[in-house]
C-alpha cells in the first residue's frame, strides 16, 4: 500500500513538474520578450474587472475616442468574442500599424476607433532592467521550483514538502505575463496562475499548521481550517471560468458581471486571512516549540514572513477597500519594492530546509553583516588601487614615448595580477579565517587523516593529530575522546579543556546506548532535551556539561563501540551542518579502525612478547623434563637395556625410568600421564617423585608400592586425570622379574624358541611373544584399589621391550595406525642389535611409516636385553 502510494505521489510529482516548467518557461519568454522585443506592438484593450464590459481601453485607445463603458464589437472586421482574438492579432503586429475597432458608444450607437498601435517597451534595455528581469524573472523562481521539487522527491510521503511545494511554486506567478502568448499558452498560463495562487495561500494555512509541530488549535479543533480551505478552493473554477469567458465568450459572462466583484473581494479576503493566519501561526509557535533547533527554524521563517508577506498583505486590504487596486495605480518603484521583499519569505523557508540546523536569526545578521562588510571592503579596496593605477600609468604614458605606451598595459597586468595573487588572496583568507568562513574540502580531509591514520601505532598521537586537524578545518575548540576500558568510557585525551582526565561514562549509560544503537551523531540539546538526553542520569548529564560537548559521534570498531568524539561549540557560533557531520561521521569511523588497530598491534605485541616467555618457560620445563629421565643407567651385570622418550609437544606425560635398588635389583618404570603438554609434565613429575619416594623406602612388595602411589596420585590430581604405568623389579642374582601392570599397554617379551642356539630370535625362525598384564586399573581414578604382581623368570637372549601408546598408535595423514604387531615385527628383525640401536630402530620405522605426518601423542621405549 505504501509503495503504491509513493508511485501516485511520484506521478503526481511528474505532472505537477511538467505544468510548473511550463509556466516558468511561458513567463520567461514573455519576461524576456516583452523586454528586448521593441518591434512587438501590446493589445490597445486589456481585461479589467471593474469596467463595464470587462474590457478596458488602454491610453492609445482611448485617445482614439473609446471609454471605459463602450463595448468593443469588433477588431479589424473579426467579430470580437474575447481577449484571445485581440492577443493573436496584435502579437504579430507591429507598433504603429493601424487597428480597427467597431465598439458601441453607450447612448451613441455604433463607432469605429483607429488606434495606432504602441510598442510593448519603450526606449533600449537598461542595466536596471536586465538585472531585475534575470533576478526576479529567471534566477529566483527558477531556485523556488527546483527547491520545491527537490524537496518532495527527497519526502514524497511528507505532507510539509508538498506544503513547501505548493508556496514555492508560486514564485513564477509575479513575474508572470498571463495571456501574453496567443493560441494554447494564453488559456494554459491564465488557469496556472489561478491555481498556482490558491495553492499557495492553502498550503501557506497548512504548513503553519503542521510544521514543525502540529498546532494545539487545529488539534483540539481540526475542522476550523476547512472553513478557510474549502472556499478557496471553490475559487479556483470560478475565477478559472471568469477568465475563459474573458478569452473566448465575453458575451456570455456579461449577464453575471454582478458576481465578478464579489469574487475578486472574496478572493482577496481569503488571501488575506491565509497570509494572516501563516504569520500569526508561525509567530505563536515561536514560544512554544520543544526544541531550540525548531525555534531557530521558525525564528528565520517568522522574520522572513513578515518581511515579505506583510506588503502583499497590504496591497490585499487597500485593494478591498479601494475603488481601483493598488497594484493598477501604485508606481512601478513600488510595485518593485514588494517584490525584492516577497523574495525573503521563500528563501528564508529554502534555508531552513537546506541547512540541516537553522542559525538563530541574530547570528546569521551579525556573521552575515560583518563578513559581507569585510569582503565588500576589500573588493572597494582593490577597486580604489586598480583604478588609482590605470588613472596614473595612462597619464604617464600618454606623456612619454610610443615604446612607454606598448609596456604601460603589461606593467598594469603584471601589477593587477601581482596584487591579486600576494596581497588580495592572503587578505581574503585572512578575512574567511577571521569569520570562520573559508571551506573545507571533505575527500580532502578524509584522505589526509586515513594517510596519516594508517602510519600510527600509538592511540595518544593520533587522537591529537586528528583533534588538532578538525580543530583547524572547523573552528572547534573543545574535542575530548572517550574510550572504551572495560564497562566505562574514559576521558584518553581532551582538547581544550578539561584539564583532569577523570571523566568516564558507564557502558550502561543512555549516551553510550543511543549511539551504540543508531550509530549515527548525536546533537546535545540541554534546553529541551532529546529522549536519549532527558533519561540520563544527572553524574551523565555533568561529564557532558563539563566537556562543552554540543555533538557527540560514535567511534565504531568492527564489531562494538570503542569510544566517543565528543565536540563543543564552534567559533562562529554555527551549528554542525550536514556536511560538518557529513566529515566527522567519516573521520570517526577511520579513527575508530584507526584506535582498533593500534589496540590491535598492542595486544599481538603483548601477545608475541608472552608468547616469547611462554617458550622460554616451555624450553626450561623441557630442560628440567629432560633431566627427569634418566642421565646415566645404572650397571647390572648380564644386561643390557636403554630408553627413550619424545614429546609430541615442547613437553609431554611420558615417563620412563631406571632405578637401583637394593642387593643389586633394577627397578624399571615405564608411565603415561593422560593428556599432553604442560599439565601432563607436571603430573608426570609428580609419578617420579612419589616413585622414588616409594623405592628408596624399602618398599618391596610391588603391588603395595603401586598401591600407595595410586593413592598419592588421586590425591594430588584432578579427576580427569590418570596415569597408566608399568613397574618390574630385576633381580640379576636370579634373573627374575616381578612386575605390575597399572593399565599400561603390555609390555613385549622376545624369547627364542631354541635359546641353546645362542642368539636372539631370528626373524625367520620361531620365536616366542609374551605380554607382561598382571597387575591392575590405572593410576589416579580410584583412591582404594588392590593390584596383583606378576612374575616371569627370563633367560638368555630374552629381549624385554616396555613402550606408550605413542610409538603403537603412531599414525599417517589417513589416520592409519602403526601397530603393536609391525612393532614387534621391526623388534625381531633388529634383536642382533643393542638395547640403544634396537630403539633407535623402532623409532625410524615408526617415523618411516607415518611419512611425515605430526606427531599425535608423546613416545617413549624401554628396551632390556639379557645377555
Same mark, same amino acid.
Given at each position: ?10 506521478l !503526481? ?7 510548473s516548467s ?21 493589445p ?12 478596458q481601453? =488602454? /491610453? ?19 467579430p ?9 492579432? *496584435?502579437?504579430?503586429?507591429? /507598433? ?6 467597431v ?5 451613441? %450607437? ?17 542595466? @536596471? ?6 533576478v526576479l ?47 494554447? &499558452? ?14 499557495? =495561500?492553502i498550503?501557506?494555512?497548512l504548513?503553519?499548521?503542521?510544521f ?5 488549535v ?28 474573458? &478569452?473566448?465568450?465575453i ?8 458576481a465578478?466583484d464579489?469574487?475578486e ?21 515561536l ?10 527554524r ?5 522574520? %522572513? @514572513?513578515?518581511?515579505? #508577506?506583510s ?21 512601478p518603484?513600488? !510595485? ?6 516577497? *523574495?525573503?519569505?521563500?528563501?528564508? &523557508? %529554502?534555508?531552513?530546509?537546506?541547512v ?6 541574530r ?14 571592503? =576589500? ?9 588609482f ?5 595612462y597619464?604617464?604614458?600618454?606623456a ?22 600576494r ?13 570562520f ?20 601505532r600509538?592511540?595518544?598521537p #593520533?587522537l ?38 577523570? #571523566? ?5 549509560s +543512555? ?27 544527572? *553524574? ?19 564489531s562494538s ?12 557560533e ?10 566527522l ?5 577511520q ?6 588497530? +593500534? ?26 623434563q629432560?633431566? &627427569? ?20 609437544r615442547?613437553?609431554?606425560g ?5 632405578? /637401583? ?36 623406602? %624399602?618398599? =618391596? ?31 640379576p642374582? *636370579?634373573?627374575?622379574?616381578?612386575y ?9 617379551? #622376545?624369547?627364542?624358541s ?35 604382581q ?5 633367560? /638368555? ?14 599414525m ?16 625381531r ?37 639379557v645377555?
Open positions: 500500500m505504501q509503495t503504491n502510494l509513493a508511485k501516485l505521489l511520484y !503526481l510529482v511528474a505532472l505537477l513538474a511538467v505544468g511550463l509556466f516558468y518557461v511561458a513567463s520567461t519568454a514573455a519576461a524576456f520578450d516583452s523586454f528586448l522585443n521593441a518591434d512587438r506592438a501590446r490597445p484593450l486589456q481585461y479589467s474587472h471593474s469596467s463595464s464590459f470587462l474590457v481601453p =488602454l /491610453p492609445e485607445s482611448r485617445r482614439a475616442g473609446m471609454d471605459a463603458v463602450d463595448e468593443v464589437l469588433s477588431v479589424n472586421g473579426e470580437f468574442t474575447g481577449m484571445a482574438g485581440l492577443i493573436r492579432q *496584435t502579437f504579430y503586429a507591429h /507598433p504603429g500599424q493601424i487597428a480597427s475597432i465598439y458601441h458608444h453607450q447612448g451613441g %450607437g455604433m463607432h469605429t476607433a483607429r488606434v495606432g498601435l504602441m510598442p510593448q517597451r519603450r526606449g533600449p534595455p537598461t542595466v @536596471s532592467g536586465w538585472l531585475i528581469t534575470i524573472g529567471v534566477l529566483f523562481p527558477g531556485f523556488c521550483l527546483l527547491l520545491g521539487f527537490w524537496v518532495v522527491l527527497a519526502r514524497p510521503l511528507d505532507w510539509n514538502a508538498w506544503f513547501l511545494l505548493g508556496i514555492m511554486n508560486v514564485a513564477p506567478v509575479f513575474i508572470a505575463k498571463p495571456g501574453y502568448f496567443p493560441g494554447f &499558452l494564453a488559456i494554459f498560463t491564465i488557469f496556472w496562475q489561478n491555481f498556482a495562487v490558491q495553492w499557495m =495561500l498550503s501557506l494555512i504548513f503553519s499548521i503542521y514543525p509541530v502540529r498546532s494545539r487545529d488539534a483540539r479543533l481540526p475542522w476550523i481550517k476547512w472553513l478557510v480551505i474549502i472556499p478557496q478552493i471553490l475559487l479556483v473554477p470560478l475565477n478559472f471560468a471568469i477568465e475563459y469567458g474573458v &478569452l473566448y465568450r458575451h456570455f459572462i456579461q449577464p453575471y458581471l454582478s465578478v464579489p469574487l473581494l472574496a478572493g482577496n479576503v481569503f488571501a488575506a486571512i491565509s497570509l494572516c493566519i501563516f504569520i500569526a501561526s508561525i509567530i505563536r509557535k514560544f512554544i516549540v520543544p526544541t531550540p533547533d525548531a525555534r531557530r521558525l525564528g528565520v521563517v517568522a522574520a %522572513g @514572513s513578515l518581511l515579505g #508577506l506588503p502583499v498583505l497590504v496591497i490585499l486590504v487597500t485593494s478591498t477597500f479601494s475603488d481601483k487596486p493598488l497594484i493598477e495605480v501604485a508606481p518603484w513600488a !510595485l518593485l519594492t514588494v517584490a525584492v521583499l516577497f *523574495t525573503f519569505f521563500p528563501l528564508s &523557508l %529554502g534555508y531552513t530546509v537546506i540541516q540546523r537553522a542559525l538563530d536569526l547570528i546569521i545578521l551579525r556573521q552575515g553583516t560583518r563578513y559581507a562588510f569585510a569582503r565588500g571592503t =576589500l573588493w572597494v579596496l582593490q577597486t580604489v588601487v586598480f583604478t593605477l590605470a588613472f596614473r600609468l597619464h604617464f604614458a600618454y612619454s614615448g610610443r615604446a612607454v605606451q606598448l609596456v604601460a598595459p603589461l606593467a598594469f597586468v603584471v601589477v593587477v595580477f601581482f596584487v591579486r595573487l596581497v588580495a588572496r592572503p587578505l581574503s583568507l585572512w578575512i574567511d579565517r577571521r569569520f568562513r573559508e571551506a573545507y574540502s571533505v575527500d580532502q580531509v578524509l584522505v589526509e587523516l586515513s594517510e596519516q591514520a594508517r602510519t600510527f600509538e592511540t595518544e #593520533l591529537r593529530t586528528i583533534t588538532e586537524r578538525l580543530s583547524q578545518t572547523l573552528h572547534v575548540e573543545r574535542i575530548a575522546f572517550l574510550l572504551r576500558r572495560g564497562k566505562l568510557f574514559q576521558l584518553q585525551y581532551a582538547y581544550g579543556s578539561p584539564d583532569h582526565l577523570d #571523566l568516564a561514562l558507564s557502558e550502561n +543512555s549516551t553510550i546506548r543511543a549511539l551504540t544503537i543508531d550509530r549515527s551523531p548525536k546533537q546535545v540539546y540541554r534546553e529541551h532535551p532529546d529522549p536519549w538526553l532527558a533519561l540520563a542520569a544527572p *553524574t551523565e548529564v555533568s561529564v557532558l556539561n563539563r566537556l562543552e560537548a554540543e555533538l557527540l559521534l560514535p567511534l565504531p570498531g568492527r563501540l570503542i569510544g566517543v568524539m565528543a565536540l563543543g561549540p564552534k567559533l562562529s554555527e551549528p554542525y551542518s550536514r556536511s560538518d557531520r557529513r566529515l561521521s567519516s573521520v570517526a569511523l579513527t575508530g579502525l584507526a584506535i582498533e588497530n +593500534s589496540a590491535l598491534v598492542h595486544s599481538l605485541a603483548e601477545e608475541s612478547a608472552q608468547r616469547q616467555r611462554i617458550d622460554r618457560e616451555i624450553e626450561i620445563a623441557r630442560q628440567v629432560q633431566l &627427569l629421565l634418566p642421565q646415566t643407567y645404572p650397571v647390572v651385570a648380564g644386561i643390557e637395556f636403554a630408553g627413550f622418550s619424545r614429546a609430541a615442547e613437553v609431554g611420558d615417563y620412563y625410568d631406571f632405578i /637401583p635398588l637394593e642387593n643389586g635389583r633394577l627397578g624399571i618404570a615405564i608411565g603415561d600421564v593422560s593428556g599432553k603438554g604442560i599439565s601432563a609434565a607436571l603430573l608426570m613429575a609428580s609419578v617420579r617423585s612419589a616413585l622414588h619416594g616409594l623405592t628408596f623406602s %624399602g618398599m =618391596l612388595d610391588l603391588a603395595r608400592l603401586i598401591e600407595g602411589l595410586n593413592r598419592i596420585i588421586y590425591d594430588s590430581s584432578t579427576s580427569n586425570r590418570f596415569v597408566t604405568f608399568f613397574f618390574g623389579e630385576y633381580d642374582s *636370579t634373573r627374575i622379574l616381578d605390575v601392570n597399572a593399565g599400561h599397554n603390555a609390555p613385549v617379551l #622376545l624369547r627364542p631354541l635359546p641353546q642356539k645362542g642368539s636372539y630370535c631370528d626373524p625367520e625362525g620361531p620365536c616366542m611373544v609374551q605380554r607382561l598384564e598382571t597387575g591392575g586399573p590405572v593410576i589416579g581414578i580410584f583412591s582404594q584399589v588392590q593390584y596383583e606378576g612374575q616371569i623368570q627370563l633367560q /638368555p637372549f630374552d629381549v624385554f621391550i616396555a613402550f606408550t601408546d605413542g610409538i603403537s598408535e603412531a599417517t595423514t589417513d589416520l592409519e595406525e602403526w601397530g603393536e604387531e609391525k612393532l614387534i615385527a621391526v623388534a628383525m633388529n634383536t642382533h642389535l643393542s638395547a640403544e640401536a634396537m630403539i633407535s630402530a623402532l623409532v625410524a620405522s615408526a617415523d618411516r611409516y607415518t611419512a611425515g605426518a605430526p606427531q599425535y601423542d608423546d613416545l617413549s621405549l624401554v628396551v632390556l636385553k645377555l
